[in-house]
């Protein structure tokens, strides 16, 4: 079946550090790919998307590039702020239906 | 404009007592979802609500669990003889479809305490 695979946290980085969080995924078909985060006491909020292959999602700083060939869509930012810390989520969808699934989140904490 | 809400916000119940927690969800959105995030966890799926399909209830844990969405909007899931591994941030979903994909739209959850 679908499934998401992130990398484990929790992970600690100081403020301006080049962050990198990798998901990968599995599914039939060309499903699209999401990144969610979720600060402290709140829910997820979208952060970005891609819809198909080599596309690229970006949203306040953040990259994720839809890679089919290696099936990843990793998070990219090239400086962390401490207000990036937060609970950050790989989902996919797949092209047929509207389920979702979700990886298991990977914790963020940035330091000044 | 508002988008999911959810209520109420912080829920402390007794073991064993009933709980119902409500989800009105994005006016127009078609699909409805429950997770559960236990404490440092990750999103559990519960059920999924699709038009007027039946509902993907695969993800409930046990009987004690139940959900049932109303007139294609509001929803509202049930926990019966609530037990103390109950006790979870439960959040809401609806979705749309958007620029080519669905996009699922969060509430800010309700905070469920069994004691």
């Known amino acids: 079946g679908d499934s998401v695979t992130q990398m484990e946290g929790p992970v600690t980085l100081s403020e301006e550090a080049f962050l990198t969080i990798n998901c990968t995924y599995t599914a039939t078909g060309y499903p699209s790919l999401f990144w969610y985060v979720q600060y402290p006491g709140e829910g997820l909020q979208l952060l970005l998307k891609a819809t198909k292959a080599d596309d690229k999602g970006s949203n306040k700083g953040f990259e994720a590039t839809y890679r089919k060939e290696t099936t990843s869509f990793h998070l990219e930012k090239g400086s962390v702020q401490v207000s990036d810390s937060a609970v950050y989520f790989c989902?996919?969808?797949?092209?047929?239906?509207?389920?979702?699934?979700f990886g298991t989140g990977t914790s963020l904490t940035v330091i000044p | 404009g508002a988008g999911v809400s959810q209520s109420p916000s912080n829920k402390v119940t007794e073991k064993g007592k009933d709980v119902e927690l409500r989800c009105d969800p994005i006016s127009g959105h078609t699909a409805l979802y429950w997770y559960r995030q236990s404490l440092g966890q990750g999103l559990e799926f519960l059920i999924y609500f699709q038009g007027n399909s039946a509902p993907d209830k695969s993800g409930l844990p046990s009987d004690r669990f139940s959900a049932e969405r109303t007139g294609g909007s509001v929803s509202t899931l049930t926990i019966q003889r609530t037990q103390q591994e109950d006790s979870a941030v439960y959040l809401c979903?609806?979705?749309?479809?958007?620029?080519?994909?669905?996009?699922?739209?969060f509430g800010p959850g309700t905070r469920l305490t069994v004691t």
């Open positions: 989902a996919l969808t797949p092209n047929t239906g509207n389920q979702f699934y």
């Open positions: 979903a609806s979705s749309f479809l958007a620029g080519g994909s669905y996009e699922q739209y």
